[in-house]
């Protein structure tokens, strides 16, 4: 069965992903009376892009609970005599299937946890006991070297995703498309479609945004 998947915020970023005085330029606006509505409008529009994305755009903290743990192909079909061997020859080995990490760019893993569903125990997971590809988009993890993820248990994963910590790291493309979504809030008020994105911010984050099939 599927991995049940959710992600929270930990530690939020420190900067906003789209810079409220370009903002305002973008909306002809000359003064400051609307800063606390285009702020907001900018959160907003960011949380959008983030979605839409599937990326982190300013440095942040997330954590991460995965569920049940599927396997590919665990047994073959074999007639019933051949289930008597011994388990201890392990054939076909398990192989758990790979993990989404939910945000990219990932920065760092900062810690992975194995919880237990009944006692709330936790155990650490070490550097040693998976293993992580941080060269796909998004970056994915192994649990290696301990055993698999159990009925009832999840596997906490707290990590660091985002362009940097700056305004500045953020790719021009997607703070631009920030000020058109803004643009689309502030002159639209009371009266948004929130299902569809306008064409042409969604144009900007095309190349930017994460599709894949599966939990």
């Not at 643009?183 to 929130?194: P, S, T, V």
């Amino acid at each position: 069965m599927p991995a049940t998947l959710s992600l929270r915020v930990i530690t939020p970023p420190a900067n906003p992903a789209a810079d409220l005085q370009t903002v305002k330029r973008h909306l002809r606006v000359d003064h400051d009376e609307d800063d606390d509505l285009i702020s907001g409008y900018i959160e907003a529009a960011t949380a959008w892009v983030e979605q839409y994305t599937g990326r982190a755009l300013v440095k942040t903290q997330f954590m991460q609970s995965i569920g049940e743990q599927p396997y590919g192909a665990a047994w073959p079909m074999l007639p019933s005599p051949f289930l008597i061997l011994p388990l201890a020859l392990s054939w076909p080995p398990q192989q758990a299937q790979a993990y989404r990490i939910l945000r990219a760019p990932m920065m760092t893993i900062d810690a992975m946890a194995l919880i237990d569903a009944d006692d709330g125990s936790q155990v650490s997971v070490t550097p040693s006991q998976y293993a992580l590809d941080v060269y796909s988009e998004p970056s994915r993890i192994w649990l290696d070297n301990v055993l698999p993820l159990q009925r009832r248990q999840s596997l906490l994963v707290t990590f660091t995703a985002g362009y940097g910590a700056d305004t500045a790291d953020v790719p021009q493309a997607i703070r631009l498309s920030i000020a058109m979504l803004v643009a689309h809030f502030y002159e639209n008020r009371g009266d948004m479609e929130m299902g569809t994105m306008p064409a042409a911010a969604e144009s900007l984050l095309a190349m930017y945004r994460l599709v894949w099939l599966g939990a």
